[in-house]
C-alpha cells in the first residue's frame, strides 16, 4: 500500500474547499493508501487552522486535527534534515523518511521543485491521485 505524507496546505485545501486535494482526503480516509503524519506536523496542522480567517471556513482546529491524528500512522522522526529553504517543509521530508514514505503531497512550488528526496517523490494532489488511479 502507497504511504504518504500530506502536506498542511493540501489538508486545509481539501477540507476548506474540497478540489482534489479533498479528493486526496476522501482516498485516505477510504484506506486507499496510507496517511502518515507526525506531532511537528499536527502541531503546524493545528496552528495554522486556528487562524481567524481559516476558522471562519474550516472551525475545530483541535477537533479535525485530532481525527486526522486518528486516521493516520503518527511517526516520531528521529533524523534532522535541511533540505528545503523552509524549515517547516523539512519536517515534512523528515516525517517522510522515517514513515519510509513513498509519496509527499503539497501544492507547495518550493517543494514540488525538489521532485523527489532519496526515493520519496513529490507530487501535487492532482499527481497523486492520478498515481493511486494507476496503481489500485
Known amino acids: 500500500m502507497i504511504r504518504a505524507v500530506l502536506d498542511t496546505n493540501t489538508i486545509v485545501s481539501g477540507v476548506g474547499w474540497g478540489g482534489p486535494p479533498g479528493a486526496v482526503l476522501d482516498a485516505a480516509l477510504a484506506g486507499r493508501f496510507e496517511m502518515v503524519t ?13 487562524y481567524p480567517k481559516l476558522q471562519a471556513v474550516i472551525g475545530g482546529a483541535d477537533e479535525l486535527t485530532e481525527l486526522l491524528a486518528l486516521a493516520s500512522v503518527v511517526i516520531n522522526p528521529t533524523e534532522t534534515v535541511a533540505v528545503s529553504r523552509d524549515p517547516d517543509d523539512d519536517r515534512l521530508i523528515e516525517a517522510a523518511l522515517a514513515a519510509n514514505a513513498d509519496v509527499i503531497v503539497t501544492g507547495d512550488q518550493d517543494l514540488l521543485t525538489l521532485g523527489s528526496v532519496d526515493q520519496i517523490r513529490i ?6 491521485l492520478e498515481t493511486l488511479d494507476t496503481s489500485s
Not at 38 to 50: F, G, I, K, N, T
Not at 123 to 128: A, C, N, S, V, W
Open 123 to 128: 507530487l501535487t494532489p492532482r499527481q497523486f
Open 38 to 50: 507526525s506531532p511537528s506536523l499536527l502541531d503546524e496542522l493545528r496552528r495554522v487552522l486556528s
